[in-house]
């Protein structure tokens, strides 16, 4: 059996990994998005300064939501 047909297999309840990295990157731009609107508008931030922000934002979400997807 190769790794495909074991992530395809995994058992009732449990999500295939393109679906764990389809969320995980959802969750990352929604994070992102979210952090550059609250520093450009709302903040006053520059440009620089607000994509930097979002950057890192979300960065730490992507890196969050596949450390609890691993519990």
Sequence with gaps: ???????RFDGPGRIGAMKNWRYMALHGITAAVF???LQR???GASLESSLLWALTFG???VGLAYSQSKR
Aim: proline content about 0%; charged content about 5%; hydrophobic content about 70%.
């Design 41 to 43: 508008y709302a903040l």
């Design 1 to 7: 059996m190769t790794r495909a047909l074991a992530w």
């Design 35 to 37: 952090i550059f609107l």
């Design 59 to 61: 960065g730490c979400a």
